[in-house]
């Protein structure tokens, strides 16, 4: 059992660092496995839901449920942790709603939130939700940050909105889509009037890292239309900026505190 636990963790730290996935025979040949017993392996993990296989080229994946189970504990970590004062500052500038969100492969997931001045940061009860990207301020400022084509691959991943399905503005077409993203990329941030929900606002901004392409996640400030008008939503602007520049330099100071604390506790040679 021990050996076959080893194994075990050992193919999943080999597929993690394999976007694409891999070969059974490499997966055999990298970790010194007779491919049979790499192949009971595998499907193992493929039936406990941590690997898959691809259907094209037959390669193992990393599946998204041992991402999951890292969001799960980063909900309750030390990048939460450091993003608190953050989040609560902005909640309490603005009144409203803030959420974190952190981009997790090819999907936005909202890990945190604080709300307005009325109380503290508390995570999010449905840490590991979702965020729907074509109509969602959150996914728009995400998908921004990509090619049309990118972004356009990942919506229709999870699904353009249908007509009721969602907010009475929620953009039903590719155009209307487009549209909304190039207008995110020229301002720097998103916004969505009863977009993703009836009665709702929101704008939200991507957070950086200063040493990566791309975004690592989103800051959002969202509530009720009525009090979350273009107006208050362009006055609330500049501070929205402001907190995703301190996130993404809060998430560069977990990298290097990370680096630290592993050098630390790894064995003597």
């Not at 259907?55 to 309750?76: E, T």
Request: aromatic content about 4%; charged content about 20%.
């Amino acid at each position: 059992m021990s050996n076959a636990l080893e194994r075990g963790l050992s193919a999943l730290e080999l597929l993690a660092g394999n976007a694409a996935g891999l070969p059974l025979q490499q997966v055999a040949e990298t970790l010194g496995i007779p491919p049979s017993a790499t192949h009971r392996m595998l499907n193992c993990l493929v039936e406990q839901g941590y690997v898959r296989q691809e259907h094209q080229h037959g390669n193992y994946i990393l599946a998204l449920k041992v991402v999951s189970l890292a969001l799960k504990h980063l909900s309750q970590s030390s990048l939460v942790d450091l993003a608190r004062p953050v989040l609560e500052r902005l909640a309490g500038l603005s009144g409203e709603l803030v959420r974190l969100g952190i981009v997790d492969t090819d999907r936005l997931v909202w890990v945190s939130k604080a709300q307005g001045s009325r109380s503290g940061l508390r995570y999010d009860p449905d840490a590991g939700a979702e965020a729907k990207l074509c109509c969602t301020a959150s996914g728009l400022a995400w998908l921004s940050c990509l090619s049309n084509e990118q972004a356009l691959e990942l919506v229709y991943r999870q699904g353009l909105a249908k007509p009721g399905e969602y907010g009475p503005n929620a953009p039903i077409t590719v155009e209307d889509l487009l549209a909304r993203l190039q207008r995110a990329r020229s301002l720097g941030y998103a916004t969505a009037d009863e977009s993703f929900e009836a009665g709702a606002a929101a704008l939200a901004t991507a957070i950086r890292h200063p040493q990566q392409p791309g975004a690592i996640g989103v800051i959002s400030i969202a509530g009720p239309s009525v009090r979350l008008t273009a107006e208050r939503m362009e006055a609330l602007v500049p501070a929205l900026l402001e907190a995703a520049g301190e996130l993404a330099a809060t998430s560069l100071d977990c990298v290097s505190k990370l680096s630290v604390m592993t050098s630390t506790q790894a064995p003597a040679p």
